[in-house]
């Protein structure tokens, strides 16, 4: 059973930079999925903000392509998540998830998020 | 973009009784690419339905989904303790991916 786990800062100045890994473990990252994540705020709730296939390939919401870089690490079975000039409007629970042909194509397996403060 | 609207917002309930929970979509959703999740509260979302019909491995058959096109739903034919939650409805037929505001299942 393929397992997530997001790390990465809990706090992030504004106009910084927000970065996060997932670790993809059970499984290998170089399977034939997508590499999602996923934010949840209480005002604008779940928000799916990008995804990447092992090969780079990446698939952005419009809504945040000009600031968002997802990238995969092959060779650490991860993938990472990059946003850049945040605001306090970035404050959420950021979600990793698995997006997998054997469910469809939706998000079968979650990491259990991590929560992410934008404040100086 | 897709917009996905849930009702009700909160149902409440008791338990062994059945709830409905319906998805209306602002166009088409291709193929009824639409999922649903149940998330518990400081948990992640948990898939329960894909495909608009198909029920997740493991997913009690208490559990089921109907619809197609722009309107969906998801029955809970008798609420047992632990699925007093919130529900979401996720379409997956067009980009950028997108999920319904959330039904909360209250007792």
């Known amino acids: 059973q393929v397992q997530l786990q997001e790390s990465g800062p809990g706090l992030v100045k504004p106009s910084g930079t927000l970065s996060l890994t997932c670790g993809v473990s059970?499984?290998?990252?170089?399977?034939?999925?997508?590499w999602s994540w996923i934010r949840q705020t209480p005002g604008k709730g779940l928000e799916w903000i990008g995804e990447?296939?092992?090969?780079?390939?990446?698939n952005y919401n419009p809504s945040f392509k000009s600031r968002l870089t997802i990238s995969v690490d092959k060779s650490k079975n991860q993938f990472s998540l990059n946003l850049t000039s945040v605001t306090a409007a970035d404050t959420a629970v950021y979600y990793c998830?698995?997006?997998?042909?054997?469910?469809?194509?939706?998000?079968?397996?979650w990491g259990q998020g991590i929560l992410v403060s934008v404040s100086s | 973009e897709i917009v996905l609207t849930q009702s009700p917002g909160v149902l409440s309930l008791s338990p062994g009784e059945r709830a409905t929970l319906s998805c209306r979509a602002s166009?088409?959703?291709?193929?009824?690419?639409l999922a649903w999740y149940q998330q518990r509260p400081g948990q992640a979302p948990r898939l329960l339905i894909y495909?608009?019909?198909s029920r997740a491995p493991g997913i009690p058959d208490r559990f089921s989904g109907s619809g197609s096109g722009t309107d969906f739903s998801l029955t809970i034919s008798r609420l047992e303790p632990e699925d007093f939650a919130v529900y979401f409805c996720?379409?997956?037929?067009?980009?950028?991916?997108?999920f319904g505001g959330g039904s909360k299942v209250e007792i």
């Open positions: 998830a698995r997006r997998s042909s054997r469910a469809s194509w939706t998000f079968d397996q």
């Open positions: 059970g499984g290998s990252i170089r399977s034939s999925d997508w």
């Open positions: 990447v296939f092992h090969s780079g390939s990446p």
């Open positions: 166009q088409t959703v291709s193929n009824n690419n």
């Open positions: 495909s608009a019909s």
């Open positions: 996720q379409q997956y037929g067009g980009s950028p991916l997108t």
